[in-house]
């Protein structure tokens, strides 16, 4: 039986948008279509967004949205850049182009207030069947946390942050 998941990573280690990027992977081996929105744009280039250059007929990527609100100098701007990523993000999920769409740290939008949380579950519940949804990102709400089918806490035990080593070239970007 055929059945279009909705996956979540949350928690607070290393490892939510990687294992996202893993399902992509996956996906593209075997010939689904892919597209990844991603919701806050670091300041680094990253090398996924690099690689996946090479995947450019099979994954399409739109990087979206702000830096992180904490660096932010215009909240407003922010706001409207965040809702102008949901939009898009919300019509890629409509288009019934995708078998699988990956939403890059997507809880931030609702944890900040950033977009309405009901017009997030609304998208969700009235996806395409068959289309598989991955959602990345720290402090999912209880309400994502319900409407997805399959959720993977990802826990600290160690980081080397904590004991002062900077992010590492293919590590963590
Ligand atoms: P990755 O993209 O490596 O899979 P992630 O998506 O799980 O990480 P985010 O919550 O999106 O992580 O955080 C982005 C960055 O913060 C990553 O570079 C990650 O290594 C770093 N990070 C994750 N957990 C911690 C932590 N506990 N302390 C400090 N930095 C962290
Ligand atoms: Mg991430």
């Known amino acids: ?5 909705i996956v979540l990573h949350t928690g607070n280690g290393k490892g939510k948008t990687t294992a996202a990027l893993g399902i992509i992977l996956r996906s593209v081996g075997h010939n689904l279509k892919v597209c990844m929105v991603q919701f806050i744009k670091g300041n680094w280039k990253t090398g996924e ?3 996946l250059k090479s995947f450019e007929n099979k994954v399409k990527v739109y990087v979206s949205g702000k830096g992180f609100t904490w ?4 909240i407003e701007e922010d ?3 965040a809702q102008d990523a949901w ?7 409509d ?6 769409v990956v939403l890059d740290e997507l809880t931030y939008l609702i944890k900040y207030n950033f977009v309405k949380e ?5 998208a969700l519940n ?8 991955v959602i990345t990102g720290r402090n999912a709400s209880e309400k994502l946390i319900e409407v997805a089918d399959l959720v993977s806490e990802v826990n600290v035990l160690k980081h080397p942050y904590k004991e002062g080593i900077k992010a590492q070239k293919g590590i963590e970007f």
């Open 1 to 5: 039986m055929k059945k279009g998941l």
């Open 71 to 74: 660096e932010s100098k215009n």
């Open 95 to 100: 288009s019934g182009k995708y078998n699988l």
């Open 49 to 51: 967004i690099e690689a």
């Open 118 to 122: 009901e017009d997030i579950l609304d």
């Open 79 to 81: 706001i409207e850049a």
């Open 87 to 93: 939009n898009l993000a919300k019509t890629v999920i």
């Open 126 to 133: 009235n996806k395409p069947k068959d289309l598989h949804i």
